[in-house]
C-alpha cells in the first residue's frame, strides 16, 4: 500500500504562484511514475503533469506547459509541483496519483490517490 498526503494548496490572485506538495509513504519501491491530477466542479479529473521515478522524464498537459513544474524529492519521498502565472481556469482540486503500471495522463493507469489540495485562483 501507498498513502499520498498533498498540501500547500490555497488561494491566489491570477498571475501568482503555489507549491504543491505530495509526500508518500509505505510500499513506495514499485512506483514507476507519479502525477498530479486536477478536477473543477462538474468536469472530469485531468492530467496536469507527470514524472518517471527511475528516470525522472517528465510530461506535461499542453493548458500547463511552460507554467508547471513537476519535480520529486526520491530521498524524502516527495513529489512536487510548482504553479505559476496561475490562470482562473487552473481553480480545482489537485491530487497526486502514483502507478505501478505506467506513465500516463490519463487516471486508469494510477494504483494510488491522495485526498487532495484546493487550489484557488482569483481574476
Known amino acids: 500500500q501507498v498513502q499520498l498526503v498533498e498540501s500547500g494548496g490555497g488561494s491566489v490572485q491570477a498571475g501568482g504562484s503555489l507549491i504543491l506538495s505530495c509526500a508518500a509513504s509505505?510500499?513506495?519501491?514499485?512506483?514507476?511514475?507519479m502525477a498530479w491530477f486536477r478536477q473543477a466542479p462538474g468536469k472530469e479529473r485531468e492530467g496536469v503533469a507527470g514524472?518517471?521515478?527511475?528516470?525522472?522524464?517528465?510530461f506535461y498537459a499542453d493548458s500547463v506547459k511552460g507554467r508547471f513544474t513537476i519535480s520529486a524529492d526520491n530521498a524524502k519521498k516527495t513529489l512536487y509541483l510548482q504553479m505559476n502565472s496561475l490562470k482562473p481556469e487552473d481553480t480545482a482540486m489537485y491530487y497526486c496519483?502514483?502507478?505501478?503500471?505506467?506513465?500516463?495522463?490519463?487516471?486508469?493507469?494510477?494504483?494510488?490517490w491522495g485526498q487532495g489540495t484546493q487550489v484557488t485562483v482569483s481574476s
Open positions: 496519483a502514483s502507478s505501478s503500471i505506467a506513465c500516463a495522463l490519463g487516471p486508469d493507469e494510477y494504483n494510488y
Open positions: 509505505g510500499y513506495t519501491d514499485n512506483s514507476a511514475c
Open positions: 514524472i518517471y521515478t527511475g528516470s525522472g522524464s517528465t
